[in-house]
């Protein structure tokens, strides 16, 4: 039995998100599929670093798998990807030490939301970022967002809450910044709430089209209230851009 560590990426438009949902097209069933298919295994099981929301894209998901198989990691990737829809990509196959856990050992990840507030739509983009109709003002949107770097308490972004034994998480960066008629909104923490990413960029929108002051983010933290901050975005301007971990796979 061996232990391989998988780098995916896919579009996460048509899938039902990343876990096994009966009657619904999930990545992580349409990827086991595949390995069984090729290795002819009756039972595959992958592990993620963390489950992606239904219509959440992912630039770099890791995962690990155990297989009983006589292929190396580089005929496996290979051959997972020839069984696998366009939609969803293995990008690298390695052999991983037999005790990784590729949710376990994550220490870390970075997404990114992808706000567009052009004139027009951007028709050829619309799965891969939110169409705002407000211009935003990037530069009082990363003002606003550094009250929230550092360790806090951040249930006032969390869906649901409580549904994690602790709302305590160290954001290392956040950073807001314009590309053209684009506004990046990237993320790194050492984990993430239910759609903390997505409340986040909810709030700065609302700074950024001048409807709340900047000042306004520190207060709605401070409140722990989800009420008080913005709305939760849509997913499709979210990916999951990579995973950290502390040693090599």
């Known amino acids: 039995m061996s232990n391989f560590r998988l780098t995916l990426s896919y579009d996460g438009t048509e899938f039902h998100g990343w876990q096994t949902q009966p009657g619904f097209r999930t990545v992580q069933e349409t990827l086991e599929q595949a390995i069984a298919r090729v290795t002819q295994l009756p039972r595959v099981r992958v592990n993620a670093s963390g489950r992606t929301d ?11 798998v155990h297989l009983d198989t006589t292929l190396d990691a580089s005929t496996l990737r290979r051959a997972i990807n020839a069984h696998l829809p366009e939609d969803v990509l293995v990008r690298d196959c390695v052999p991983a030490a037999e005790g990784f856990d590729a949710n376990r050992d994550a220490i870390g990840k970075h997404y990114r939301y992808i706000l567009h507030d052009g004139d027009v739509p951007d028709l050829f983009q619309r799965r891969y970022c939110y169409h705002t109709r407000w211009k935003l003002d990037a ?60 409340a986040i960029t909810g709030t700065l929108l609302n700074v950024g089209r001048g409807y709340w002051p900047a000042s306004r983010v520190a207060e709605i933290l401070a409140s722990g209230q989800r009420a008080q901050a913005g709305p939760t975005v849509p997913p499709r301007g979210l990916f999951l851009m990579r995973v950290d971990y502390e040693r090599d796979a």
Do not use: K
């Open 54 to 64: 239904t219509g959440v894209h992912a630039i770099a998901q890791v995962v690990n």
């Open 139 to 198: 530069e009082v949107m990363a003002q606003a967002a550094g009250v929230l770097r550092g360790r806090h308490d951040f249930r006032c972004f969390e869906t649901e809450w409580p549904n994690r034994a602790s709302s305590v998480r160290t954001i290392t960066r956040l950073d807001v910044t314009r590309e053209a008629d684009r506004v990046l909104i990237d993320v790194e923490a050492d984990g993430f709430l239910y759609n903390m990413v997505r």
